[in-house]
């Protein structure tokens, strides 16, 4: 068994990045990588990451769902396993969604190349400044996969 690989057992993001945006949770993109912010948060250890309304990923997820970031991070502190915490979601969305809607908002979410002109910008600008140049890093997804990756100590 190869022991070689970090998982964020113990909520610490300042140790190993959260889970991928793109892992997905009853459909939702994201949810996993808030769970773990959440988590972070709760711990003390949250690292260079934000959560909630300071991050503008956490905050799409919550205008979907009309849950505020407060109560999601009570939820999270009464210990709940990612299945309860998206029974949770579901139970106290604003209103029912549907699997098409969270499918088809995830896919939005999953090849935004930025939340606002100037994030597309900037992402332009990263991409062509890292060595080698990384034209293929376009989308939110991308850039979170790789400065995850790179900040705890891969290659780029």
Known sequence: MNTSRKFNIGNDLTQVPPRSA??????FVHLPRLIDKARATL??????????SES????????????????FLDKVRDGSGDWAI??????????PLQAFQIQAWSQWLETLPGLSP???????????????????????????????FVRFGGHA
């Open 56 to 71: 503008l990923l956490d905050q799409q997820f919550f205008d979907l769902t009309g849950i505020s970031p407060e109560a």
């Open 118 to 148: 100037e994030a597309r910008a900037w992402f332009a600008e990263f991409s062509q400044s890292l060595e080698p140049a990384r034209p293929d890093v376009s989308t939110l997804f991308e850039y979170l996969d790789l400065d995850d």
């Open 86 to 95: 998206l029974q949770w979601v579901q139970a106290n969305s604003h209103r």
């Open 22 to 27: 793109r892992v997905r949770l009853g459909g």
């Open 43 to 52: 711990a003390g250890k949250l690292g260079v990451y934000v959560y909630g």
